[in-house]
């Protein structure tokens, strides 16, 4: 992985991108061993075995670039409080960074950050375990549980484990129904609510409007847009150590042949939604895109992406299978951790209820729904305010936001990578996704039994 030192003053404003975070099910792995601190945790009023505290040493803070703006902000409300800000990829599309990194510290036992922000939702499965874990317990005394009360419910359940909290949340990233209402009354067709009208829908564009899209699955994260709010037990996590994938499910194999159906068609495409092709190509053509909340601020009205005219763009609700209850699935996960390792952990502290939990960054610079419930009503109102959307924007989004799934799990492997690997290559070349899935099931579980998983 390579860092990008920068004085915290000194960062520039990054574009906003990606930025997540999941309401879904509680993680049920067991935590091992203590701090590798002074003192024991039962002892400390941190609820870990802390370092010696420095009181006015700097912190390290590891964000990737779309959360530069978060330490700016940050530095600006509290320029008491040094911070030397590094960047990094996030661990995007389950690259590893993160851990690769973390785990060449732990070898040579110095340099560690004190705060590390990751895009991925399973990062608390591994960094919350092991003799020194290097995740932070943060409802053991370090945080008032009156601020974690102020999450949203379930918002910090993914960085849940064993019961002991070890993230917090930036955002939800539960996924919408993304269209363009303007494009839909040009043409005069009705909002789909279920997988087979999408279908439908995709086949008419197709014949009618041609190069105008419904969809598309160019980036990794596109099982949890589709497979995950079709219900397919593809990412299953059971109790500490068990995983299972069953990519032979009617829901699966439903939703592979609906994608492939409209990827033939030319409805759904391949292109990756930051890619700057997608954008010459699509801007102002994309009828519908589901996909998670994020896309609000990191596509639609984002100036350099689709940069969407204000009143065209709604979120739907998600879609469901016909004659059934929607469910959705999450994109991402914005998520902070304190390194047990910080030799001054109530800076650490006051950074992450900053910029979790502040209007400075969470109200007027986040790019999605934040997980803390007053920034996230506050965000919402400015949303409502700003006329940018057309349809029942803040309704539609908070109903989505309890709609996920809990069949989907947070393993210590990122699936994201499994499927960036497995099946992108060979959909671009040419494959049937259908045909894909026994390679999908057997690179998932080959890559949980290297992980420790026993595979059912």
Not at 14 to 32: I, K, N, Q, W
Not at 130 to 145: C, E, H, I, N, S
Not at 185 to 207: I, K, M, N, R, S
Not at 332 to 337: E, I, M
């Amino acid at each position: 992985m390579s860092l990008r030192t920068r004085s915290a003053g000194r960062t520039r404003l990054g574009r906003l991108t990606l930025a997540a975070a999941v309401v879904a099910p509680a993680l049920a792995l067991a935590a091992c061993g203590g701090g590798g601190g002074t003192g024991s945790g039962a002892d400390s009023p941190y609820g870990f075995a802390a370092e010696e505290q420095e009181a006015d040493s700097p912190i390290t803070v590891w964000v990737d670039a779309s959360r530069e703006p978060a330490v700016e902000a940050f530095t600006k409300a509290h320029p008491d409080v040094p911070v030397n800000v590094e960047t990094y990829d996030g661990g995007a599309n389950g690259s590893g960074s993160f851990q690769t990194k973390i785990t060449a510290f732990d070898q040579a036992g110095s340099g560690w950050p004190d705060v590390v922000f990751s895009t991925q939702n399973n990062d608390a499965a591994w960094a919350a375990v092991g003799q020194t874990p290097f995740a932070a317990p943060l409802d053991k005394g370090y945080f008032d549980q009156e601020f974690l009360d102020g999450f949203t419910p379930g918002a910090l359940d993914p960085t849940t484990v064993d019961g002991t909290v070890y993230g917090l949340r930036n955002d939800l990233a539960s996924v919408v129904t993304w269209y363009d209402q303007s494009l839909f009354d040009e043409f005069g067709y009705e909002v789909p609510t279920t997988w087979e009208e999408y279908e439908a829908l995709g086949e008419q564009v197709a014949e009618e409007h041609p190069g105008y899209i419904v969809g598309s699955v160019g980036d990794a994260w596109a099982p949890e847009v589709y497979f995950w709010g079709a219900k397919a037990p593809i990412n299953t996590v059971t109790g500490t150590d068990t995983f299972s994938t069953d990519t032979s499910d009617p829901n699966a194999v439903r939703m592979a042949e609906i994608l492939d159906n409209l990827i033939e068609s030319g409805s759904v495409v391949q292109d990756s939604v930051f890619d700057a092709e997608f954008v010459s190509k699509y801007s102002g053509k994309t009828l519908m895109l589901p996909g998670p909340i994020w896309f609000s601020g990191a596509l639609f009205q984002n100036k350099d992406s689709l940069d969407a005219p204000e009143g065209t763009i709604a979120a739907g609700l998600p879609l469901a299978w016909e004659g059934q209850e929607a469910v959705t699935g999450n994109v991402g996960g914005g998520t902070w951790f304190v390194s047990q390792h910080s030799k001054n952990l109530e800076a650490a502290k006051t950074f992450l209820e900053f910029v979790t939990s502040s209007d400075e960054y969470q109200v007027e610079l986040g790019p999605g729904l934040p997980a803390y419930a007053s920034a996230a009503e506050k965000w919402l109102a400015n949303q409502a305010e700003s006329g940018y959307f057309a349809g029942d924007f803040a309704e539609n989004v908070t109903t989505a936001s309890g709609q996920v799934w809990d069949g989907w799990g947070y393993p210590r492997f990122s699936q994201e990578a499994v499927f960036a690997k497995t099946v992108t290559p060979e959909l671009a070349a040419g494959k049937k996704l259908v045909d894909l899935l026994p390679d999908w099931q057997t690179a998932l579980e080959n890559e949980a039994q290297v992980n420790g998983y026993t595979v059912e």
